[in-house]
């Protein structure tokens, strides 16, 4: 897990930057996906198999890479705020699942753990999900910050286009994706800087 901090944000600077680049990189997955089927990219798969291994079907949960990269190839990831749109993209870029949380919401330390199971959490889409016994989730003093590794965060911590103190989390789970978890992190701490003036 690589982390990215970011203060200082403006994103009325960078929203047009952020919202091409997603544009970009849609165009790109769907020209790709000519030639390769994505929903069998390696880099997808490890993220399937994990998923078993803490109890989730991964034909239902499907981690928040997957999930991007199949809406990406039909160019069906929408802009929803300058953030998101920023790390959405990197995200389909490297093809690895990154996420992102208001500061000022989070509340203590930020745990990568395992559920205990019924711990319940509001999600992005409105919806109250309980968590299953060893699932893995990041979870702060209030409660889950992220069910089912990167499957879906808590509302309380969304971004928002008032947002301007963010933590980012970029994940890879294979044991030679080292190098390409450092670049990913690296590129969007140098977008944050360069398109939002933030202090990453």
């Known amino acids: 897990v690589a982390l990215v901090i970011a203060r200082g944000i403006s994103q009325k600077k960078g929203a047009e930057h952020a919202r ?7 165009n790109n997955a769907a020209q790709t996906c000519i030639t390769q089927d994505i929903a069998r990219h390696p880099a ?17 949960y499907k981690s928040s890479v997957e999930a991007l990269a199949l809406r990406a190839i039909k160019k069906k990831v929408r802009s929803i705020a300058p953030l ?3 790390y959405n993209s990197t995200s389909i870029e490297y093809l690895m699942p990154m996420g992102g949380w208001d500061i000022s919401a989070v509340r203590g330390d930020i745990l990568l753990t395992r559920a205990v199971g019924g711990e319940s959490v509001v999600t992005l889409d409105g919806e109250t999900s309980q968590a299953v016994a060893g699932e893995v989730i990041y979870r702060d003093a209030e409660g889950i910050v992220c069910r089912g590794w990167n499957w879906r965060e808590a509302r309380r911590v969304l971004l928002t286009p008032d947002t301007t103190e963010a933590l980012f ?12 978890l450092t670049a990913a992190a690296h590129t969007l701490a140098l977008r944050l800087r360069d398109w939002f003036g933030a202090d990453a």
């Open 169 to 180: 989390v970029v994940e890879a789970i294979a044991e030679n994706d080292g190098a390409a």
């Open 20 to 26: 091409d680049q997603l544009t970009a990189v849609q």
């Open 84 to 86: 998101v749109d920023c």
């Open 44 to 60: 997808l798969e490890v993220w399937k198999k994990a998923y078993e291994k803490f109890g989730l079907d991964p034909k239902t």
